[in-house]
């Protein structure tokens, strides 16, 4: 139990969340990474693979989630948070992905309203749901904030999304520093997304590599890249993911690729 007297910061670090194995916590040093989108895709991959998923949209304010598939739920993460509902009852079945959602508001500072103890509440109240999935994919809020510190701390497998350009992959490296230290027993991967071809993720990823193995204790893997793809922003326009609207693309391809991978190091 929290004491009240404590700082948010330092309760946030002391903060010890039941970590689920079936939990992926998605992350990214900064915003424009692809991080939802991907989580959305990832989602339904999984479902494809006979896994029962749910996607909790932990970055509010945003709620991408909702514009990308063409949600209007009414029932999100403001009735939890305001009281109104409890956390299982805003689950909504995505039936078009064969996967559940829990969504988010867009233009409210959501979780960031939670104190940390409401938030380890909620995190409980996730758990428990948890247990009904064979995957749970959080999508959290890049960068390190005490909500996305909860999440964080629930998951067993901790996954960064960056790109190639100079600014994700500076952010993406101190995300990780961070995350190391915070976390030493997570498992850290990394998936390079929008890059024109394999051979640019490759040549990212080694550059993330080289500075993680010269700088910190830990030298995340790389699970997979994601090739920039024209249809992706048609798929988003539609409220589609791309692989119902576009199965056979690059994109949709490098997706189930990483969701056939994510199982089999199972």
Known sequence: MPLPNKPASVLAEEAEVVKGKNMIALTSGTRGCGKTWFAVNLSQALSMFKQKVLLFDGDSGLSNTKVQLGLDEANDLNAVIFGNRSLNQIVYDYDKGRFSIITSNSGSSGLSM??????????????????????????????????SK????????????????PQSMTESYGLIKILASRYPKINISIVINQVNSISTGLRTYEIMERACREFLPVVPKLLGIVRQDTRVRDSIRNQSTIINRYPNSEASQDILAIAQRILSHE
């Open 114 to 147: 939670m104190s940390i103890g409401r938030l380890q509440i909620l995190g409980d109240d996730l758990s428990i749901i948890a247990q009904n999935y064979d995957k749970v994919i959080l999508d959290m809020r890049a960068g390190i904030s005490d909500a």
């Open 150 to 165: 909860v999440l964080a701390g629930m998951s067993q497998n901790i996954m960064v999304i960056c790109t190639d350009t």
